[in-house]
């Protein structure tokens, strides 16, 4: 488990590791691939654009910015699959995803 001072960041990074995936990094954030599957992945600890194509997306932040980040993405009513991860103080993380 990840320590509370481990950034956003690596804690993505460590996330998707863990669940096999291989993550590289890109102009615009993180790319996690496994099998026929990629995922782009944006860590927000600023105000950052969200995309607004795609097929697969997961934007990781923290915990008491997921829930927030979940209702407007679901306003913007965006054509991709998406999900949220919400990285806890202690270094744990709960998902939310459409």
Do not use: N
Request: glycine share 8%; net charge negative.
């Amino acid at each position: 488990m990840a320590a509370v001072s481990t950034s956003l960041d690596e804690r993505a990074r460590s996330i998707f590791d863990d669940i096999g995936y291989t993550v590289s990094r890109t102009d615009d954030g993180l790319r996690a691939a496994h099998k026929w599957r990629e995922v782009g992945v944006t860590v927000l600890e600023d105000d950052i654009t969200i995309p607004d194509s795609g097929e697969m997306h997961c934007f990781v932040t923290s915990a008491a910015r997921a829930p927030d980040l979940g209702d407007r993405l679901r306003r913007m009513d965006v054509t991709y699959d998406w999900a949220v991860v919400g990285v806890r103080e202690d270094g744990d993380y709960d998902v939310v995803r459409e």
